[in-house]
């Protein structure tokens, strides 16, 4: 990488970058100075080749046609986050405005779930979500929802669909009415009806690692949110509130303000940013029971103004006091630097592991991260060693954020950061070759049995899986055969994923996508857990192995005379649910409140695979995988999830993560 340049960046940029203003143009080819840190070894896939926010000359295009990162400009005091403050004092219930009609641009993993849980609490807002994929609203209109999420059919059906009139009998005797709910959440294609008619638009759109052009592999493409606005600026209604929900550079809110003026010179909309910290798998519970809802706002009073009115619509589930308040650019970064420290907690413990395994002497990660994770002030989240993250957040966040750190000259601190991606990348590697170490060396004529695909339990999302990555380095040494089984995602989604990796076509045809584990682990030599479902721990071994461990958190209504005649809040009605006996009714309906399941066009493929497309979903039966499997028998246990005496004693050979043999 080219380091000649960075000499010639223009003096004054650097200081106002150390001051945090950063110039607002974009680089011109000839200006653009690599900014990889001389004698930092990054890993190979990152390269930085772009300045984005550098460039001297005068930037005159709209700001339309800007790709890449947005421009940063210096903060007038009146955005000085010190006087965030005097939000906190704006609750919403003030003369602001409330939100009547509310649309999502862009139905997916987070748009999807955002927006119904917003329509489930709020059944006075009509919430319009909006995608271009038709496939995937067909799905969120259909019975089998695109995204496999614990609840999430249920809010979906409860906002969708609306409600029937119930009565609850309570054991006091007494009884109250369930009035019918109308239905407030609507999936179309519809994207500028939608927008037309909302009083606060998300904009919830991808925003992956660029694969060309400037800062390629590193830099975080932000057209389809430029897209996106572009789409708002044309039709939204004056004094819409526009909300930035997509992960962006720190930076964003002001390049969308930026498009807006553009297209509608004479009207001016408020931008606020309102990242999203659910996680995939848990993404209900993290919907209802959020640690922190994150406003950033202009600091000023309309910025104010839009943010108490964002306010008021979260609170109407989430306590006022976590609903945090700041200025866009605190808000924006927050987000970056939330995922990368969840990530480094990951990779220094994955560290740890890997020190565990060279010391031998039986020391154990698990029982470093329990000792550790004692301590108050360190806290035991995250701190679960494996194979690695995987998702499509972690990853394109860091390199975001150390993207900014280049930019600013902080070479130091981007590569900081971009170790916890080193450490990561190793332990994928240091997992694959210990496959083909214990293996003699060679896989040459050996079948390999990879349990779990996702990149974590509780979820379908099949994109960066840790599994791809330790495929393609075991497929290199082209074994007999890799079979894949994932009991949450189907066997397109795998097989898509697996097709973007670059294997050979005689590497591809070794790979075969298994419906059950039988047929996964029938004469494998080796076996691979990837994924931390829970049916891989097994049936003799119990459910106490480590696991995500999501426990259903207890629902905090308040309470009150039930038999008051006023609607009932949903928090208050899963209260209820929780708290009534009722003799009839299932689990996920016990009041009988919900409306009959769409009905699936004849023939529908989905039917009988489970609302996500969920294969089979029996636990594994290590006695019988044994009998199944072929000599030596073993188990990389990449998720630390089985026990290891157990299978050990089955005539399994194990070896876990951060296990030290003894
Ligand atoms: N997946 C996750 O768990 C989390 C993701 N995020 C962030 O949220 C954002 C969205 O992520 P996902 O929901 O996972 O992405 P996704 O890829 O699942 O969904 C994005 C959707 O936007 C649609 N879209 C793109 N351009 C559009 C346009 N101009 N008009 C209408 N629809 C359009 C796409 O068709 C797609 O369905 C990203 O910035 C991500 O970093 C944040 C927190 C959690
Ligand atoms: O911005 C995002 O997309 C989201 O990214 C993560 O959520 P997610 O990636 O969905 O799932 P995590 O639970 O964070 O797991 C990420 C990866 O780390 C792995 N992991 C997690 C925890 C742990 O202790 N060890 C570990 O290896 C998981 O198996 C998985 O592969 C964050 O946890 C969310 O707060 C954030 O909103």
Redesign the pocket.
């Known amino acids: 990488m080219d380091t000649s340049n960075r000499s010639e960046k223009p003096q004054a940029a650097v200081l106002s970058l150390q001051r945090h203003q950063l110039p607002r143009s974009l680089p011109s080819e000839q200006s653009i100075a690599s900014i990889c840190s001389p004698g930092a070894s990054t890993p190979s896939s990152i390269q930085w080749t772009g300045s984005p926010w550098l460039r001297d000359t005068p930037d005159t295009s709209p700001p339309s046609s800007n790709a890449g990162s947005p421009k940063l400009e210096p903060k007038t005091p009146a955005e000085d986050s010190s006087i965030s403050p005097v939000v906190e004092s704006l609750d919403g219930s003030q003369d602001f405005g409330v939100a009547k009609n509310i649309c999502f ?7 999807g779930p955002t927006a119904a849980v917003i329509a489930y609490h709020n059944p006075q807002i009509i919430v319009n979500v ?4 038709e496939e ?1 609203v067909a799905s969120w209109n259909s019975a089998h929802l695109p995204i496999h999420e614990d609840g999430l059919l249920k809010v979906v059906r409860v906002a969708r669909d609306g409600t029937v009139n119930a009565a609850v009998s309570l054991s006091n005797s007494s009884s109250i009415e369930l009035k019918a709910r109308q239905p407030n959440l609507i999936f179309s294609t519809n ?1 500028v009806g939608a927008i037309e008619e909302a009083n606060i638009i998300f904009i ?4 992956p690692t660029k694969t060309h052009g400037i800062g390629a592999g590193s830099m975080a493409d932000v057209s ?1 949110v430029e ?2 606005t572009r ?1 708002v600026a044309k039709h939204a209604k004056k004094g819409a509130i526009i909300v930035e ?3 962006v550079p720190c930076g964003t809110a002001r390049m969308i303000q930026d498009i807006l003026r553009y297209h509608r010179p004479d009207t001016s909309f408020e931008v606020l940013s309102n990242p ?1 910290f ?3 798998g848990t993404a209900v519970e993290n919907l209802m029971h959020p640690d922190r809802i994150l406003v950033g706002s202009a600091q000023r009073l309309e910025g104010f103004r839009a943010a108490a009115m964002l306010k008021a619509v979260y609170a109407a589930w989430v306590p006022r006091e976590r609903i945090v308040t700041v200025n866009t650019f605190s808000s924006e970064l927050a987000k970056l630097v939330a995922n990368t420290m969840l990530a480094q907690r990951i990779s220094s413990i994955n560290a740890v592991s890997a020190m565990c395994e060279e010391i031998g002497l039986g020391a154990d990660v698990d029982d470093v991260s329990l000792a550790i994770g004692k301590d108050a002030r360190l806290g035991s989240k995250f701190l679960q060693a494996g194979v690695g993250f995987g998702g ?2 972690f990853e394109k966040d860091i390199l975001n954020l150390a993207y900014l750190a280049r930019e600013l000259h902080l070479d130091v601190v981007a590569d900081y950061w971009l170790a916890v991606l080193r450490v990561n990348e190793d332990q994928r590697h240091r997992f694959a070759r210990n496959v083909v170490r214990e293996l003699n060396g060679s896989l040459r004529g050996k079948k390999i049995a990879i349990l779990g695909f996702a990149f974590k339990d509780g979820t379908n999302d099949t994109r960066n899986s840790i599994a791809v990555h330790i495929i393609r380095d075991l497929a290199v040494e082209m074994p007999r055969e890799i079979a894949i089984f994932d009991p949450g995602c189907s066997s397109h989604e795998i097989l898509e994923e697996v097709e973007k990796i670059g294997l050979s076509s005689s590497q591809l045809e070794r790979i075969k996508i298994c419906s059950n584990w039988r047929d996964c682990v029938q004469e494998a030599s080796a076996a691979c857990i990837l994924t931390q479902w829970k049916q891989f721990r097994g049936r003799q071994l119990g459910i106490t192995a480590a696991s995500s461990g999501k426990g259903k958190k207890p629902v905090k209504a308040p309470v009150r005379d039930w038999t008051v005649g006023k609607q009932l809040t949903e928090m208050e009605i899963l209260a209820l649910e929780e708290n009534t006996e009722y003799s009839s009714g299932t689990p996920e309906d016990p009041l009988k409140r919900l409306q009959p399941l769409r009905a699936c066009p004849e023939g529908c493929s989905r039917c009988g695979t489970g609302s996500g497309g969920v294969n089979d979903q029996e636990p594994v039966d290590w006695v019988e995988v044994a009998s199944k499997m072929q000599e030596p028998r073993w188990v990389f246990d990449g998720r630390n999830v089985v026990n290891r005496l157990e299978l050990q004693g089955l005539g399994f050979r194990v070896r876990g993560i951060g296990k030290g043999l003894q």
Not at 130 to 133: A, F, I, R, S
């Open positions: 641009v862009g139905a997916g993993f987070v748009g909006v995608d271009l994929n995937r994207v919830c759109v991808n925003t389809a897209s996106a789409t929900k997509s992960t999203e659910l996680a995939e499509s957040c």
